[in-house]
């Protein structure tokens, strides 16, 4: 679509790149304005998927560095090499980056193709070349993504001293997304907790990719590039460590570097798991059974697998050939229309499993899942106090409340109702959480600073 508004002459181009191509884009197509800067012109140019008038309300004309404060919403941002903001757009919060031209427009296409393909990654929403400033001096091209809702970046879950299970999980998480990755064919190039966003999870975190300017996809990757890619993660996630160190934000008894090395542990089991073959008697078939649902329990579905036996048939060896992640979240959402984290829709779905078990013998799991649904987890988010409602997002709340109706009933030996167990929640547990989901509007210039340094307190809103 084009849509040129004759107020300001910006233009909106759709996007330019091949979803069937691989790798890189090529830089004498994608890049033009990087190699001859005398072609930026006053017009500003947009490049989206789609329409979004509010973009053409923003201060492009200013350096992003210089964006008035009514135009910024302040969260926690990570560690980069480049100038990032987050502003306001329509009821949305948008992050900006400025970067040359070349390397937005190639991430934007990563990031485009990445979830075309179903990978935990932020959304792309548009290129903005052409920028000037009133007198008509170049400014670097910007490359704009949505923000994910109840993410943070890993520096802002740091606020107090981390307990080591909890780093733990944060590199397990990741190396769950490196692994998700690498099975569609995408070499990152520079892993990082900095260029990650974390979901809480059902006790767990869940990973996002933010920055994909150095990634590249392929048909696949071989064992060298995946290995090499562990290692950039070793090495970053080391130096992340030390430097949280520094600052005191992590147990003085923490190894950085023995510590980052459990990302190799996890990866590579994990990566055994999904594409390991395996072999066995042929008396033994109950093993691809048992296989398959293992990789169920780890949250991925096998859409293919080869079996072979040997000449003599006496072994049968199995091995997974393309293998989707999101087992549980796709059954949530074909049961009840809820879209969770993976680990979040694994609870609810064993809370609506004993659910049906104790209710509806017998029964139909649609039907029973739709009275789950009126019958526990919509009173629980309805008895959220509205002021308390953007803590956290309503699956993580729901997990939290069975989670804490199950330690008073283990504590107390006997039934807690449900009601009694929420209540405790809210006012015990819920009313002292950080609210993940604020945004904080027209910040003074001492909370900017504090948020610029990527730490925030619990009780900064």
Same mark, same amino acid.
């Given at each position: 679509m084009s849509?040129?508004? #004759?107020?300001?002459?910006?233009q909106w181009h759709d996007e330019p790149t091949d979803y069937s191509q691989l790798g890189k884009l090529p830089r004498a197509e994608a890049a033009s304005g990087d190699e001859t800067p005398g072609l930026i012109t006053g017009s500003l140019s947009i490049t989206a998927a789609s329409a979004d008038p509010e973009l053409l309300d923003l201060p492009w004309h200013i350096a992003l560095e210089d964006w008035p404060q009514a135009n910024l919403a302040a969260l926690p941002r990570g560690i980069s090499r480049h100038v990032v903001r987050f502003a306001h757009l329509g009821g949305s919060v948008i992050a900006i980056k400025e970067t040359s031209e070349h390397v937005?427009?190639? &991430?934007?296409?990563?990031? @485009?193709?990445?979830?075309?393909?179903? %990978?935990?990654?932020? =959304?792309?929403?548009?290129? *903005?070349?052409?920028?000037?400033?009133?007198?008509?001096?170049?400014?670097? #091209?910007?490359? %704009?993504?949505?923000?994910?809702?109840?993410?943070? #970046?890993?520096?802002?879950?740091?606020?107090?001293?981390? @307990?080591k299970d909890t780093l733990t999980r944060l590199i397990d998480a990741l190396a769950l997304l490196l692994v998700r990755l690498h099975l569609v064919g995408f070499y990152w190039g520079d892993v990082s907790l900095s260029n990650t966003l974390f979901r809480r999870d059902a006790g767990a975190f869940a990973a996002y990719l933010v920055d994909a300017e150095t990634g590249e996809l392929y048909p696949d990757l071989s064992t060298g590039q995946r290995e090499y890619d562990l290692e950039i993660a070793r090495v970053n996630i080391a130096g992340e460590l030390m430097d949280l160190l520094e600052g005191e934000l992590i147990d003085e008894q923490v190894d950085p570097v023995a510590t980052s090395e459990l990302i190799m542990d996890s990866y590579r089991r994990l990566w055994d798991e999904l594409t390991a073959k395996e072999s066995f008697e042929l008396g033994d078939r109950w093993r691809v059974g048992a296989r398959i649902r293992r990789l169920n329990e780890l949250g991925?579905?096998?859409?293919?697998?080869? *079996?072979?036996?040997?000449? /003599?048939?006496?072994? *049968?060896?199995?091995?997974?050939?393309?293998?989707?992640?999101?087992?549980?979240?796709?059954?949530?959402?074909?049961?009840?229309?809820? /879209?969770?984290?993976e680990n979040q829709a694994r609870r609810l779905l064993n809370d609506m499993d004993a659910y049906r078990a104790d209710n509806y013998p017998g029964q139909d799991e649609e039907i029973s899942a739709h009275a789950w649904v009126s019958q526990v987890f919509e009173p629980i988010v309805r008895s959220i106090p509205r002021e308390l409602s953007g803590k956290l997002e309503p699956a993580e709340v729901v997990h939290e409340v069975l989670e804490h109706r199950w330690?008073?009933? =283990?504590? @107390?030996?006997?039934?807690?109702?449900?009601? &009694?167990?929420?209540?405790?929640? *809210?006012? /015990? %547990?819920?009313?002292h959480r950080r609210d993940e989901a604020t945004l904080l509007l027209n910040p003074d210039t001492e909370l900017l600073q504090v948020l610029e340094a990527g730490v925030i307190t619990p009780d900064e809103d």
């Open positions: 849509w040129n508004p #004759p107020v300001n002459g910006a937005a427009r190639h &991430e934007y296409h990563m990031l @485009r193709k990445l979830a075309r393909l179903d %990978v935990p990654g932020v =959304e792309p929403v548009a290129v *903005i070349t052409g920028r000037t400033t009133p007198d008509g001096a170049p400014l670097n #091209p910007c490359l %704009v993504t949505r923000h994910l809702k109840f993410s943070m #970046p890993y520096r802002a879950l740091f606020s107090q001293m981390l @307990r991925f579905d096998v859409e293919e697998y080869a *079996i072979k036996t040997t000449p /003599d048939g006496s072994t *049968i060896q199995l091995q997974p050939k393309v293998v989707d992640a999101g087992h549980h979240q796709r059954r949530l959402l074909r049961l009840t229309g809820l /879209d969770a984290q330690y008073m009933t =283990e504590k @107390r030996n006997q039934h807690v109702p449900m009601a &009694e167990a929420l209540q405790s929640y *809210i006012d /015990d %547990v819920l009313r």
